[in-house]
């Protein structure tokens, strides 16, 4: 397998694993050093992330659409967009966000060591609600 393809594997279990909730996959997914930064800047360590499925956190879908990747050396990103349809504390925050991942190989494995999401992703012609 190439390295291209590990590390889109491993994109789409995290996909998969943030889909069904799956916390306990996180360790194999997630490396100890991990930082996720969500939409509006909050930014959480391995535990809290996983943390988000036990606080009322559902996603009903999730994908990661148009995944490119680049490598230097040892460390992977990948830019991507990711859609969601979900709720969080029964309030709906689907959308679709700009998805950066970064990516470390740990010995034979790699592993996601920071995501950083922006957005939500706005269509043709719609303004920002900071300029509305």
Not at 1 to 7: D, G, I, L, R, Y
Not at 9 to 29: K, Q
Not at 73 to 97: C, K, L, P
């Amino acid at each position: 397998m190439t390295q291209e393809k590990e590390v889109l594997d491993l994109v789409d279990r995290w996909a998969h694993a943030e889909l069904t909730g799956d916390i306990a996959a996180y360790p194999a997914l997630l490396d100890a050093r991990f930082t996720g930064i969500g939409p509006v800047g909050v930014v959480l360590d391995r535990d809290q992330w996983a943390a988000r499925h036990q606080g009322g956190l559902e996603n009903h879908e999730f994908e990661v659409l148009e995944p490119h990747v680049r490598f230097f050396g040892n460390t992977a990103i990948v830019e991507g967009v990711q859609r969601q349809r979900t709720t969080a504390r029964g309030n709906d925050t689907s959308g679709s966000f700009r998805l950066g991942l970064v990516a470390v190989r740990a010995g034979d494995e790699w592993r996601i060591a920071q995501v950083q999401l922006s957005g939500p992703l706005l269509a043709p012609g719609e303004k920002p609600a900071f300029a509305r």
